[in-house]
């Protein structure tokens, strides 16, 4: 029997005007028929990504699926935000609240197989600088992680960006073997930053060169294209977010980028189901 998880993206719940919208979507999520939801990503804050995880497992009570996204560690430092993160995931009843980044591989059945990891803006993708900048290197509500290096130098900046990036990158090669090596020969592959800039639009435009270095993940492209490249067995799907429009681009007949819409303070939008 097919199988399908429902996708969202980008719903940023703290944006959500009231508790009646917040109400609405919870509703509307309950209610749905899918067998699990993906996450791909900014989810709401740090100071709310505990409480916003509790609601959505509490109301769902199926699997959940997620990474994190930049917002997410909106005002705190990323090893904080973690361990906020990982200890709901330990409240909840297991298999509820699934944060790809700490779980590794999961086998949806035989040959199915479900990876992910935040991924980063690497500041390598368009022109490079500082002539597009973003909230989160700036105090007060920045990521301090990012606060400090930029306080430092964009220099410094930039190398925690690369820094990040190639975390990812690493985390999914690891991730792809592994699920090879348990029968997978389909994985799904959650992450936040789009890792292509032709998958990387904003209201139906490419992001510009100004902005790419921060709304494409090079690194994890590059990355991915390897993998592709030496294991034509494999069918990799990438399900992303961050940049907030919906594109598909596919650089390889075994891999295929998928991002998703959505809207700052709208109910956030169910993408195309994922079957398996």
């Given at each position: 029997?097919?199988k399908?998880?429902?996708w969202?993206?980008?719903p940023?719940?703290?944006?959500?005007?009231?508790?009646?919208?917040?109400?609405?979507?919870?509703?509307?999520?309950?209610?749905?028929?899918?067998?699990?939801?993906?996450?791909?990503?900014?989810?709401?804050?740090?100071?709310?990504?505990?409480?916003?995880?509790?609601?959505?497992s509490?109301?769902?009570?199926?699997?959940?699926?997620?990474?994190?996204?930049?917002?997410?560690?909106?005002?705190?430092?990323?090893?904080?935000?973690?361990?906020?993160?990982?200890?709901?995931?330990?409240?909840?009843?297991?298999?509820?609240?699934?944060?790809?980044?700490?779980?590794?591989?999961?086998?949806?059945?035989?040959?199915?197989?479900?990876?992910?990891?935040?991924?980063?803006?690497?500041?390598?993708?368009?022109?490079?600088?500082?002539?597009?900048?973003?909230?989160?290197?700036?105090?007060?509500?920045?990521?301090?992680?990012?606060?400090?290096?930029?306080?430092?130098?964009?220099?410094?900046?930039?190398?925690?960006?690369?820094?990040?990036?190639?975390?990812?990158?690493?985390?999914?090669?690891?991730?792809?073997?592994?699920?090879?090596?348990?029968?997978?020969?389909?994985?799904?592959?959650?992450?936040h930053?789009?890792?292509?800039?032709?998958?990387?639009?904003?209201?139906?435009?490419?992001?510009?060169?100004?902005?790419?270095?921060?709304?494409?993940?090079?690194?994890?492209?590059?990355?991915?294209?390897?993998?592709?490249?030496?294991?034509?067995?494999?069918?990799?799907?990438?399900?992303?977010?961050?940049?907030?429009?919906?594109?598909?681009?596919?650089?390889?007949?075994?891999?295929?980028?998928?991002?998703?819409?959505?809207?700052?303070?709208?109910?956030?939008?169910?993408?195309?189901?994922?079957?398996f």
């Amino acid at each position: 029997m097919t199988k399908h998880f429902d996708w969202i993206t980008d719903p940023h719940l703290d944006h959500l005007k009231g508790e009646t919208m917040l109400l609405n979507f919870v509703k509307k999520l309950a209610a749905r028929k899918s067998d699990g939801l993906v996450i791909t990503g900014d989810i709401a804050e740090s100071k709310t990504i505990y409480q916003f995880l509790e609601i959505l497992s509490g109301c769902y009570r199926r699997p959940i699926y997620f990474i994190l996204g930049n917002h997410d560690h909106y005002g705190a430092w990323m090893a904080d935000t973690h361990a906020r993160v990982r200890s709901i995931c330990n409240a909840v009843p297991p298999g509820i609240l699934n944060w790809m980044t700490d779980v590794g591989v999961l086998m949806l059945d035989d040959r199915t197989a479900i990876i992910g990891h935040e991924g980063w803006y690497d500041g390598q993708a368009g022109e490079p600088g500082l002539s597009f900048s973003l909230s989160e290197f700036y105090m007060p509500n920045g990521i301090l992680d990012l606060v400090h290096a930029f306080d430092q130098s964009s220099h410094a900046l930039f190398d925690k960006l690369q820094e990040l990036g190639a975390a990812s990158a690493d985390h999914i090669r690891k991730m792809v073997v592994q699920a090879r090596d348990q029968g997978a020969r389909r994985i799904l592959i959650i992450t936040h930053v789009p890792p292509f800039r032709e998958a990387s639009y904003f209201r139906g435009k490419p992001s510009e060169a100004k902005a790419a270095p921060f709304y494409v993940n090079q690194v994890l492209g590059e990355a991915l294209l390897e993998l592709a490249d030496e294991h034509r067995q494999l069918n990799l799907e990438v399900y992303a977010g961050h940049t907030h429009g919906k594109r598909e681009y596919q650089p390889r007949e075994n891999l295929v980028v998928r991002v998703g819409s959505a809207r700052y303070g709208r109910l956030p939008t169910f993408q195309e189901p994922i079957r398996f």
